[in-house]
């Protein structure tokens, strides 16, 4: 034993403890029919000298304040495989010694059984002990003490029928093993008992069905992640063979059974498809290879007689994709080996769930999937987008998934006119146009994969509706959505007054697509941008942006005017705050500094400018209000007196007119050419 | 006029300095209006319209500024032919001032405008004006006005960082105020009561270009401006005040464009209407 004394006194009292109860309550569970038969005196057994005091059920002693039972069932003992060698025979500290005793050391099983003690040692088992792990289990944890029986025996506590249940004091949910020593398998005695060996073990009785200690051995017990584990990748077969030695006739894709032995790390290993402790007999009771399927499969005229769909498959294709390395029945797990068209029994098509167990979990959440749990015909199912035997992952670029083909792939259906579009009745219209030509489309039309695609926002297998609270692009998801990539603005924009956080508003705050939009995100540096930002803040402020069309700033703009200052250039975008706050650009410290980023050598008194001025409120600009209306009534008396005096002229100057045309007339009358006329005239 | 004969002999009125400052006038006024006014009414579709036929905003605000500077050179140049004048013709401001050529108004003047207001409403005869009548003086004097406020203010607005450093940055406000509205008034004057005043009188039709042409009939002279013939005739220096006609095809010419300036101006003062009585704000 590896343990010092030093380390063991201490742990003494907390061991006895343990023995000492569980003794009490296996004792307790054996003769609680028949009490007289254990107070009778068995002397002619080994051991009679011991049993005459431990013999008596009230024996026993106080240990670390509690009390425990030390007696000994003498006729279990006797019946018990150590029945033969007597008290003494592991007791050995106390031959020959005075009674009564001391209390006696802990026996050493490994004094016999050498082996199983060095394996234990070895073990996960034996190391935490060695740790001192205070849950560790010890012999008599699983074997008991004075009651040991052959494996075989069913009396024995650790024949085949219960183990499950040994291994399972420990290693069931809610244990302190299980809750507190990192194991990452769980649910392991349920899985167990529902899975074929379980069903054949326990409910059906068959004693050699595997059990736990089949597969993770009795004594040698470790982790999947030492080479030398009965359960570590390398060695699970030759495990797994130990029963299935005819394995390989069923997988007849792997040509020698050898291979898995030999060449473990490039073959899938039996747990790649039969779980540990889920081995469904379901699935996989019986082995189909793949040979099997393209014995018909790959014939190009192959049709499905219901619908004349093809049902031809492409060794290539498959061979290319990325689950070159799955068998046809891991996906079509339908098939009935025993059949002679073994794909007769099929039904459904392939559950890709069966492996991508949690992204199916996603799907089935998202719109997509419960379209198809309502049988929309129009629904995607994993097929739509990841193709069938030829699928290839999302870092293939001849992927459909792949980052740039992502926005094509969504068009199918989300282009406008097509199904997905059709039956939208939201705000986001062309969609798929918008995008190719934001800023993200562009980007990714040159190449940059990591630009953001539909599915950066909407995700790829959880997409649900904008109104879904739940959704990716829901209110009050967008900021941490985007933000996934624009971090730095997502923490500017939760410290702005658009936060609810920092406004505290019941009201509808807005969030990144409000003045982004979803889908035709521009560079906010386009004129498009700069000069939509206005009406865009005025959606919420309106006052305050119909103000700032009354000066100068909102009137260039107004004519299209990119460099004038938009909202955001002084109140800041994503850092919006109140004017009041003295982080704001427009607190008094700042807004000098916020002038002068258009207007060099602004000083204080130039901030004075008022940007949101209206001549129309008397109380708030009074000298505004009586400036406008000083020039209006300057205007309007002059336009007044000017027009007055032009109206009363009107009918004086027609007068005139028709005076000078009878003059004329009169001069043209008389017979005299009109130049010698003016001639004199001048002269005169 | 038939060919041969000898040219009509005409009355100058104005001296050829006086002319082209008149045009230069036209031309930078009329840019300031259209560029100034697409500012005031940036509210209007037809702002946004000629905002882009200028060249887009930054455009007009570069076209308004160099006529803003015509302008000002208008004025000085102005200015500086008055005191050549007095250099040359008189011995004293006094005169020049005061004496009959001048454009500050007098006791005269408020006779005549009395006198007038009477023949308007047929209680009295015609005034015999001199050479300048008091609403030709009221438009002399609206300009050294209407470039007084305007131009003041107009600079406040053009260097807006440099006034600040001793006005308040609302007195920019008030500027735009100004600024804006006193352009209207003086756009919204000239393009009408100045155009029907000087140019488009009914007995004047189709219109006196005696501005452009620096000459006028002596018919006109004695019909319009009758004190000052006589005067002159007293004075015996109306014949060397006489000179040739221009050719007609110089006077189409003239008439020409003066019409453009008209179309120019009722286009402006249209446009006004409309964005006062439709889209006010």
Redesign the interface.
């Known amino acids: 034993m590896a343990e010092t004394k030093v380390v063991r006194r201490k742990r003494r009292a907390g061991l006895r403890i343990i023995v000492a109860t569980l003794l009490a309550t296996v004792f307790s569970l054996l003769f609680s029919e028949s009490p007289g038969r254990a107070a009778r005196r068995e002397t002619d057994q080994p051991g009679a000298e011991c049993l005459a005091c431990h013999g008596e059920k009230s024996m026993n002693t106080t240990r670390a304040g509690k009390t425990v039972s030390l007696y000994v069932d003498g006729k279990k003992f006797a019946t018990s495989v150590h029945g033969s060698f007597g008290c003494t025979g592991c007791h050995a500290d106390l031959e020959g010694k005075e009674l009564p005793h001391e209390t006696p050391a802990r026996v050493k099983c490994g004094t016999c059984h050498a082996t199983e003690q060095e394996q234990h040692a070895r073990s996960l088992h034996g190391k935490a002990i060695a740790r001192g792990d205070p849950l560790a289990p010890r012999c008599v944890n699983c074997h008991g003490n004075h009651d040991i029986y052959p494996v075989k025996d069913p009396r024995s506590a650790v024949t085949p029928l219960k183990v499950p249940f040994v291994c399972g004091q420990c290693h069931r949910e809610g244990t302190p093993v299980s809750r507190n020593r990192p194991i990452p398998q769980d649910n392991i005695l349920e899985n167990y008992s529902e899975s074929i060996h379980g069903e054949a073990l326990l409910k059906k009785g068959l004693s050699v069905a595997p059990t736990c200690a089949t597969c993770h051995t009795a004594h040698l017990i470790l982790p999947h992640t030492d080479p030398a584990s009965s359960i570590a990748r390398r060695n699970i077969a030759a495990t797994c063979t130990k029963c299935h030695s005819q394995i390989e006739a069923v997988h007849r894709k792997i040509i020698r059974g050898a291979l898995w032995e030999k060449e473990a790390n490039v073959l899938p290993a039996c747990v790649d498809c039969h779980q540990p402790h889920k081995i469904r007999n379901v699935f996989y009771s019986q082995g189909m290879a793949d040979a099997d399927c393209m014995h018909c499969h790959v014939d190009e005229k192959l049709r499905r007689a219901r619908d004349g769909q093809s049902m031809y498959v492409s060794v290539g294709e498959v061979s290319h994709s990325r689950h070159n390395k799955v068998a046809c029945s891991q996906c079509h797990s339908e098939v009935n080996a025993s059949r002679v068209r073994p794909c007769e029994t099929i039904t459904h098509e392939a559950d890709c769930t069966s492996c991508h167990d949690e992204i199916g979990k996603q799907y089935m959440s998202s719109i997509h999937g419960q379209l198809v749990g309502k049988n929309n015909p129009n629904a995607p199912s994993c097929k739509e987008c990841h193709g069938t035997h030829g699928v290839l992952g999302k870092q293939d670029p001849q992927s459909l998934t792949f980052a740039t083909n992502v926005p094509l792939l969504c068009g199918r259906c989300h282009r406008e006119g097509q199904k997905a579009a059709v039956r939208y009745t939201g705000r986001q219209h062309e969609i798929i146009a918008n995008y190719t030509e934001s800023i993200h489309g562009k980007l990714l039309k040159n190449g940059l994969t990591v630009t953001a695609t539909c599915t950066s926002c909407h995700t790829a297998h959880r997409i649900l509706p904008r109104t879904d609270p739940e959704s990716s692009v829901s209110a009050a998801n967008v900021p941490a959505t985007c933000g996934r990539c624009h971090h730095g603005i997502e923490e500017q924009f939760e410290n702005s007054i658009h936060a609810q956080r920092v406004s505290g508003s019941a009201k509808e705050l807005p969030i990144c697509s409000d003045c982004h939009t979803a889908h035709a995100i521009r560079r906010t540096d386009q004129d498009n941008f700069r000069l939509d930002v206005m009406t865009t803040c005025g959606r919420c402020h309106a006052e305050i942006a119909k103000t700032y069309f009354d000066t100068y700033h909102g009137k260039v703009s107004r004519l299209g005017y990119t460099k004038a200052a938009k909202c955001y250039d002084c109140h800041g975008s994503h850092d919006v705050l109140r004017v009041t706050d003295p982080r704001s650009h427009l607190s008094r410290a700042n807004v000098a500094a916020t002038c002068q980023k258009c207007h060099a050598g602004a000083t204080r008194r130039f901030a004075g400018y008022l940007t949101h001025a209206t001549h129309h409120d008397p109380r708030k600009y009074p000298f505004l209000f009586y400036t406008f209306w000083g020039m209006t009534t300057l205007l309007l008396v002059t336009f007044v007196v000017g027009g007055m005096h032009t109206l009363l002229w009107l009918p004086r100057a027609f007068q005139m007119r028709q005076e000078l045309r009878a003059a004329e007339a009169k001069r043209s009358a008389t017979p005299e050419t009109p130049a010698s006329k003016d001639k004199e005239s001048t002269d005169a | 006029?038939?060919k041969g004969?000898?040219a009509?002999?005409q009355f100058i009125r104005f001296s050829r300095l006086q002319r082209i400052l008149h045009i230069c006038m036209i031309v930078s006024f009329m840019c300031l209006a259209l560029t100034g006014l697409?500012?005031?009414f940036?509210?209007t579709k037809w702002?946004?319209v000629l905002?882009?036929l200028l060249g887009?905003?930054?455009n007009?605000?570069y076209i308004h500024r160099s006529a803003a500077v015509v302008m000002f050179g208008v004025f000085i140049t102005h200015l500086v032919d008055l005191y050549k004048l007095k250099k040359r013709e008189h011995a004293s401001w006094r005169v020049l001032l005061l004496g009959p050529g001048s454009m500050i108004p007098n006791r005269r003047d408020l006779a005549e405008f009395v006198g007038t207001?009477k023949?308007?409403?047929g209680r009295g005869e015609?005034p015999a004006y001199g050479r300048w009548t008091y609403?030709e003086k009221f438009d002399y004097f609206a300009v050294f006005w209407g470039i007084a406020v305007i131009g003041s203010t107009g600079l406040t607005?053009w260097f807006?960082?440099l006034f600040?450093?001793f006005?308040?940055?609302?007195f920019?406000?008030?500027a735009?105020?100004?600024h804006s509205?006193?352009g209207?008034?003086a756009t919204?004057?000239i393009f009408?009561?100045h155009f029907?005043?000087t140019h488009l009188?009914?007995?004047k039709?189709p219109m006196d270009i005696t501005v452009f042409t620096g000459r006028m009939e002596?018919?006109e002279l004695k019909r319009d401006k009758p004190r000052e013939y006589e005067a002159l005739v007293a004075s015996g220096e109306l014949e060397e005040k006489?000179e040739e006609a221009y050719p007609a095809i110089v006077t189409r010419t003239i008439r020409a464009f003066a019409w453009g300036a008209l179309a120019v101006g009722f286009s402006i003062v249209l446009w006004i209407i409309y964005a006062m009585l439709f889209a006010y704000r």
């Open positions: 006029m038939p004969e000898v009509e002999r697409t500012l005031k940036s509210y702002a946004a905002s882009h887009g905003f930054e007009a605000g207001l023949w308007f409403v015609r609403w607005l807006p960082v600040t450093r006005l308040p940055g609302s920019l406000n008030v735009t105020i100004i509205d006193e209207l008034l919204g004057f009408t009561v029907f005043n009188r009914p007995e039709f002596l018919e006489m």
